[in-house]
Structure formats: structure tokens, C-alpha cells
């Protein structure tokens, strides 16, 4: 796991920087706040709970767009089996194109 934290890690970094990657819109800085929270070694022997909160503490500080903020605020207090399901639908409704991502899937079906 340690490599593939370091290079999602680096890759996010670069994507960081615009001469690298344009700025991510909400939804995917979402996501990518999940995958390298999730891929970082530190935080493995972490409970659900404990991981859902180390997110929502980056999400927090680190997405600043209000729309995927809301939606992601909205889908809090659903079912966790049903809360990917909505926040993907949202996200391709506000971004008009297909969108996923696997990191939320699989802590949020615990």
C-alpha cells in the first residue's frame, strides 16, 4: 500500500498544480480526499468511523465549491448503503457527465 499511497499521493500533488492538471471540480476533490485518506498507511488500523471523520475534517478545510459541499452535507444522514448511489447521481447531474468513484464506495456500504 505504502507505493501506491506515495503515488496517488504525487499524483495529487502534481494535479495540484495547474501547469500539471486543471483544478479538480468539487465532487473529485471529494473523492481524492477519500482515495489517499484510504490509501495512506497511517490510517489503515483505523476504524470506519474514524476514517469517515480524518475525511470529513479534509473536506472541511480542502473543498471550497459550495455545490458538492451541499450535496455532500445533504447525503450525510442517509443510509450508508444508499449514500454513494445519491451523491454519484448528483454529481453527474451538476457535472453533466459520467462520474464515479470507488474509494467512497466501499466505506460507505459499511
Not at 17 to 42: E, M, R, S, V, W
Not at 61 to 70: C, G, I, R, S
Not at 75 to 95: C, D, G, H, M, R
Request: glycine residues 2%; contains cysteine; positive net charge.
Amino acid at each position: 500500500y505504502s507505493i501506491i499511497y506515495t503515488l496517488t499521493y504525487t499524483f495529487l500533488l502534481l494535479c495540484n498544480h495547474p501547469a500539471f492538471c486543471k483544478t479538480p471540480d468539487g465532487f473529485t476533490q471529494i473523492c481524492n480526499i477519500y482515495t489517499t485518506t484510504l490509501a495512506n498507511p497511517k490510517y489503515k488500523t483505523k476504524t470506519t468511523i474514524e476514517k469517515l471523520e480524518i475525511i470529513d475534517d479534509h473536506i472541511s478545510k480542502e473543498v471550497t465549491d459550495p455545490t458538492a459541499l451541499k450535496v455532500f452535507s445533504a447525503v450525510a444522514a442517509v443510509n450508508p448503503t444508499e449514500k454513494y448511489k445519491l451523491f454519484k447521481q448528483s454529481a453527474e447531474s451538476v457535472l453533466k457527465h459520467q462520474w464515479n468513484c470507488p474509494a467512497m464506495v466501499g466505506l460507505n456500504k459499511r
